[in-house]
């Protein structure tokens, strides 16, 4: 592989292996919660409703940089599975609101275990200072990024 002169090859692989993280942890979280029906993008979702109920889905789709129309076919089947409802808004009728259902009550637990599992996982070997680095440093890799997108 070609790199700039300026660039060191490890440099080079960083979005990969982002990238391949990423993918990683969506292939195990997908694996642990098969049994409940549900995807690691459609829990995605149902935590930032958690978080923030009766959010639009272009809101939605924003926060979890997702393009609106895939994140419409997840909400379709998330209401499909009786997650959520959509409720019209009530001061625009072209828009509509997603709302959880009491469904996700008995499961949030469960599926923030399965996350910290898989971040035990994933931090095996590490120790507590260099997993608080890690955080740190992905999460300037997050704001350089989000500034970049401004």
Sequence with gaps: MNTPKNQNPNQAQLAVQVHELSLDFSKLFNRRVKH???????????????????????????????ATPPMGKIIDKLEAGKWVVRKPDPRDRRKNRVFLTSKIDPLIG???????????IATQGMTKIEQKQLHRLLSHLKVNLEDELK
């Design 110 to 120: 469960p599926l923030r275990d399965s996350v910290e599992d898989l971040r035990k």
């Design 36 to 66: 409940l029906g549900l995807t690691r993008a459609q829990w995605q979702v149902l935590r930032a409703l958690y978080s923030k109920d009766g959010r639009t889905q272009t809101q939605l789709a924003d926060e979890l940089t997702m």
